[in-house]
């Protein structure tokens, strides 16, 4: 069975920085790209991040260049994402999701560890 | 960077009736790398559709895709209590990745 575990939200003030982990199990994991999206509290999803598989290919949408930075562990079966200079409409719940391909769908995802950014 | 423009942005209907909801993008999908999404309250994203017609796996055939080019459609047949959620299209043939804003199909 497939499993993705997210870790690492908190409440972290204004220009604050953080580390999401995701742990997964149930595939091979470094056979696979893998994406980070973020849903803020009431509102739709949003895709923040891509890593391929060998993590050489990274991509970021604009909201967060520059700010995050996406890396994978295949030796642990983990995924990253540091999240640097934090803003307040950085709060959200975020997932990691696998896809199958790359280009591919999100046919697994975790279920979220939330970030709360405020003073 | 893709838009997509979902509508209605809320659909009533009735447990039996058929639910017909659109997605729209700002310019062609390449190769309908086009995918739907149901969330239920509480939940993460479930995966029901991928390269615009073709079903995950598990998914009930109540539930079709189809569409091309900029114009997407699901179709959820005999909608039964637990098909009462939220559902995002996505594009996925170039970046960025971009979801739409979502339909909820709820209860009438």
């Known amino acids: 069975e497939v499993q993705l575990v997210e870790s690492g939200g908190v409440v972290v003030q204004p220009a604050g920085s953080l580390r999401l982990s995701c742990v997964a199990s149930?595939?091979?994991?470094?056979?696979?790209?893998m994406h980070w999206v973020r849903q803020a509290p009431g509102k739709g999803l949003e895709w923040v991040s891509l890593?391929?598989?060998?993590?050489?290919?990274?991509d970021y949408a604009d909201s967060v260049k520059g700010r995050f930075t996406i890396s994978r562990d295949n030796s642990k079966n983990s995924l990253y994402l540091q999240m640097n200079s934090l803003r307040t409409e950085d709060t959200a719940l975020y997932y990691c999701?696998?896809?199958?391909?790359?280009?591919?769908?999100?046919?697994?995802w975790g279920q979220g560890t939330l970030v709360t950014v405020s003073s | 960077e893709i838009v997509l423009t979902q509508s209605p942005g809320t659909l009533s209907l009735s447990p039996g009736e058929t639910a017909t909801l659109s997605c729209r993008a700002s310019q062609s999908v390449f190769s309908s790398f086009l995918a739907w999404y149901q969330q239920k309250p509480g939940q993460a994203p479930r995966l029901l559709i991928y390269v615009a017609s073709s079903r995950a796996t598990g998914i009930p055939d109540r539930f079709s895709g189809s569409g091309s080019g900029t114009d997407f459609t699901l179709t959820i047949s005999r909608l039964e209590p637990e098909d009462f959620a939220v559902y995002y299209c996505?594009?996925?043939?170039?970046?960025?990745?971009?979801f739409g804003q979502g339909t909820k199909v709820e209860i009438k």
């Open positions: 890593v391929t598989w060998d993590g050489y290919t990274t």
């Open positions: 149930g595939f091979t994991f470094d056979d696979y790209p």
């Open positions: 999701a696998k896809t199958y391909g790359y280009p591919g769908p999100f046919d697994y």
């Open positions: 996505q594009q996925y043939g170039s970046s960025p990745w971009t």
